[in-house]
């Protein structure tokens, strides 16, 4: 009778192990859908734009995006003259574009930072090419800028320390150079 017991006790303990273990597995696969259903609900309700708000969105990125474009390309242009001039008086005249457009003006302090960055670039480059005129009034209105956006200090010997920075981060360094860092 005892051994009967045992096993009946066996079998049961089988029986709520096993329903145990399928509860567990059907809620683990029960919950996952029901989480990433709630997390993707989420996301799309607070993401998605409608109307002039999505326009206005993608116009801030799209502007973003080019003064990202225009960083690489003067950047990577530096190691060449002929060709940073060039694309520095193109990012010049892209970002003054961007500065009147009324869609911008939420952007508009990154636009006139990279825009002052962009006119010492100028003025560094007219200095090299003995233009000291065109070098005078790239410097003097990259000072207006940065005295608009609230530097303390927008002297000429301050902002081309910034942009020399800045520049250095795109020079090509030859393996001699960087044998004696």
């Known amino acids: 009778m005892a051994a009967m017991k045992r096993g009946l006790i066996g079998v049961w303990f089988s029986a709520a192990l096993a329903i145990l273990i399928l509860g567990a597995w059907v809620g683990y696969k029960t919950g996952s859908k029901v989480a990433l259903y709630w997390v993707r609900h989420q996301r799309e309700k607070q993401g998605s734009l409608h109307g002039p708000d999505r326009e206005h969105a ?70 090299q090419q003995n233009n000291r005129e065109s070098a005078a009034t790239h410097m003097s209105s990259a000072q207006t800028l940065f005295q608009s956006l609230g530097w303390r200090d927008y002297s000429a010997g301050a902002l081309k320390t910034v942009a020399g920075r800045e520049l250095d981060k795109w020079k090509l360094h030859t393996p001699t150079e960087q044998k004696s860092k």
């Open 58 to 127: 993608e116009s801030a990125l799209s502007a973003l995006d080019f003064i990202q474009t225009a960083q690489v390309y003067t950047g990577v242009a530096q190691n060449d003259k002929d060709l940073s001039k060039k694309y520095l008086l193109g990012e010049i005249e892209g970002l003054e574009k961007l500065q009147r457009l009324s869609d911008a003006q939420e952007i508009r302090p990154v636009t006139d930072l990279y825009l002052g960055l962009a006119y010492v670039d100028a003025a560094l480059v007219d200095e």
